[in-house]
């Protein structure tokens, strides 16, 4: 048998991905809806994730595999990375989802890698969390932890970097060694108003995506919690709602 070249390879492999993800999709076709939130990370994600974890009927996951971080920082051509990646890899989504009436992921690489793809995947069933944290809380969060936007090793695999080109805010001044603005806080706090402008961005080019905004702080009132739960047409359970909600 003759040996198959890389190319048939990977053709057989995308056919293979395309018949999967038919099957997939009806498996799935009574999940309600598919929610991911915006945010810029170390906002309380983590704590939204276990919040829905506890709600009957809903597949909650804080950044599952792929979390699709750093498919985009080196790559030569950065779409063509980030659609194979999603369409090979993320669509896993729809299996972990079957069986549900919703599905939850807390991951704050959906604004800045996989937002577009996933809203073109699932229409109409796609709902978003704005979840915002105050700039100077995040940035110094970032820094404590030694995430510096385009710099440390973390920075370079989870944030965005101030030098990119298709920043929407772009600051030279960052790159400095000795200007006004080379500490690097400023980093930490350019990537959260880089973040929030790509999630403003989106809000106008997909007006008609449901996006509920709630503020990190919110996350401790169980009216907040709740009214949030009937924005996105999620029954809950009123006692134990109570019971989980407004406890860090």
């Not at 809203?119 to 820094?143: C, D, M, N, Q």
């Not at 936007?149 to 965005?160: A, D, E, I």
């Not at 503020?215 to 009214?227: A, N, P, Q």
Request: with cysteine; glycine share 6%.
């Amino acid at each position: 048998m003759a040996m198959r070249t890389f190319e048939e390879i990977l053709k057989r492999k995308r056919i293979t991905q395309y018949l999967a993800n038919i099957a997939l999709g009806l498996i799935c076709k009574d999940v309600d809806s598919y929610i991911f939130v915006a945010t810029t990370g170390r906002s309380g994600s983590a704590s939204l994730a276990k919040l829905f974890s506890h709600v009957e009927g809903v597949a909650s996951f804080h950044e599952p595999f792929p979390i699709m971080n750093n498919v985009y920082g080196n790559a030569v051509d950065k779409e063509k990375e980030l659609d194979e990646e999603f369409r090979l890899k993320k669509l896993i989504i729809k299996r972990a989802a079957s069986g549900h009436s919703h599905y939850i992921e807390t991951n704050h690489q959906f604004i800045k890698s996989f937002s577009d793809r996933a809203i073109k995947e699932f229409g109409k069933k796609i709902k978003i969390i704005h979840l915002v944290r105050e700039a100077p809380l995040v940035a110094k969060s970032f820094y404590q932890i030694g995430s510096i936007p385009g710099k440390t090793s973390k920075g370079k695999s989870w944030l965005l970097d101030p030098t990119a080109n298709e920043n929407i805010i772009s600051l030279p001044e960052l790159s400095s060694l000795d200007g006004e603005y080379s500490h690097d806080f400023y980093k930490c706090l350019w990537y959260w108003y880089e973040v929030e402008a790509r999630i403003n961005h989106l809000k106008l080019k997909h007006k008609d995506i449901f996006m509920y905004k709630i503020h990190t702080e919110e996350l401790s009132s169980r009216d907040k919690i709740s009214e949030m739960f009937t924005a996105l047409g999620i029954d809950i359970d009123a006692d134990r709602l109570h019971y989980y909600a407004g406890y860090r």
